[in-house]
Structure formats: C-alpha cells, structure tokens
C-alpha cells in the first residue's frame, strides 16, 4: 500500500493549486481519501475528506468554500483543489486512506510522504 503526494510548491496568496495523491499496491476504491496538514510549530489538522465513492465529502471549516476534494478511482489518485490560498495554508499536506469514515488521523492506516505548500503574502 502505496500513496504519493504531489503538486505542492510555493504560490502568493490568491493564488490556486491542486494537489495529487496516487496510490497502488490495494483497490484504491475501496477506501475513505482524506487530506490532512501540518503547518510550522502547528500540530496535524484534518483538512478535507471524500468517501470511497466519491459522494461524501467534509472539510475542515477554515478550508470549506475555497478546497475541494475529489477522486478519481479508475486513475486511483486523488485530488485537492485549493483556491484563494492564504499564508495560513502554509503547511505540508498529506493524503491519507483508510477504512474510515472519521476525519481524525489516527483512524487512517496509510499516510503519502507529503507536499509542502508555502503561500507568501
């Protein structure tokens, strides 16, 4: 079990990214997709979760309205869309999966290496 980030880099505010998680090695439909983040001398947060099928999501409520996650199981990556960046999303961002409907990070089995994301002002 195998997940890849990528698509981080450093932005100004306002500006977008979209962020990949490829995974292999298990049948990525099978499980929750969730993105967590962990800003300087901050702890872990959850950011952004999406259902096996795709028909659920839930957000953190300091992303929702400008992040958007989606999946796409036939590639098995994910994504994250992130619009209107500020400098407070600075952050590395992981994406997780699991057998989870939880958004707490302890409840997510397999973690990606993380992409760091610096947004300047």
């Known amino acids: 079990v195998q997940l890849q980030a990528s698509g981080g880099g450093l932005v100004q505010a306002g500006d977008s990214l979209r962020l990949s998680c490829a995974a292999s090695g298990w049948t990525f439909g099978s499980y929750s997709l969730a993105w967590f983040r962990q800003g300087p001398g901050k702890q872990r947060e959850f950011v952004a979760r999406i259902s096996w099928s795709g028909a659920t999501t839930s957000y953190a409520d300091s992303v929702k309205g400008r992040f958007a996650i989606s999946r796409d199981n036939a590639k098995t990556t994910g994504y994250l869309r992130m619009n209107s960046l500020k400098p407070d999303d600075t952050a590395v961002y992981y994406c997780?999966?699991?057998?989870?409907?939880?958004?707490?990070?302890?409840?997510?089995?397999?973690w990606g290496q993380g992409t760091l994301v610096t947004v300047s002002s």
């Open positions: 997780a999966a699991g057998p989870t409907t939880a958004t707490t990070a302890s409840t997510y089995a397999y």
